[in-house]
């Protein structure tokens, strides 16, 4: 049966903007790369977020999907953090815009938002102790 998430994949305009975000700003480690036969050509970084938890980068983007809120399908990625104040600091001081400053939200998470180089959304979430997801566990 489905043992978890193995990995979320983004096809990206310009790879090196996403490397630096994913992995100079948020922190994530460049693995391996796959390439394209018979040319050879870069296809895919993949980068570990951490044991068991990958990100896949393709190549190639052109054209972009706008995502709202009544847009059907992808919404945002949801990365877990201890700190929510420690890492608005980081992103901010490594000059990434907050679309959300911290705050606390409906299940009592504290949460901030922003974008990746291409625009996908990236909320930043500190569990707290009394919220659902942190309840449906004991």
Not at 49 to 65: A, H, M, N, S, W
Request: glycine share 8%; net charge negative.
């Amino acid at each position: 049966m489905i043992k978890g998430i193995g990995h979320n994949a983004y096809t990206v305009r310009d790879m090196e903007k996403s490397l630096h975000f994913y992995c100079d700003i948020l922190g994530f480690r460049r693995i391996f790369e796959l390439r394209k036969p018979p040319a050879n050509e870069p296809w895919i970084e993949y980068l570990k977020v951490k044991d068991g938890q990958f990100i896949e980068l393709f190549y190639g983007g052109i054209k972009k999907t706008e995502v709202d809120m009544q847009t059907i399908g992808y919404n945002h990625l949801c990365l877990e953090v201890d700190d929510i104040h420690k890492i608005a600091a980081h992103l901010k001081s490594k000059g990434v815009t907050l679309d959300v400053e911290p705050k606390q939200g409906l299940d009592l998470n504290y949460q901030c938002w922003a974008k990746d180089p291409d625009g996908n959304r990236i909320e930043f979430m500190q569990l707290h102790p009394d919220s659902p997801q942190v309840q449906s566990g004991k």
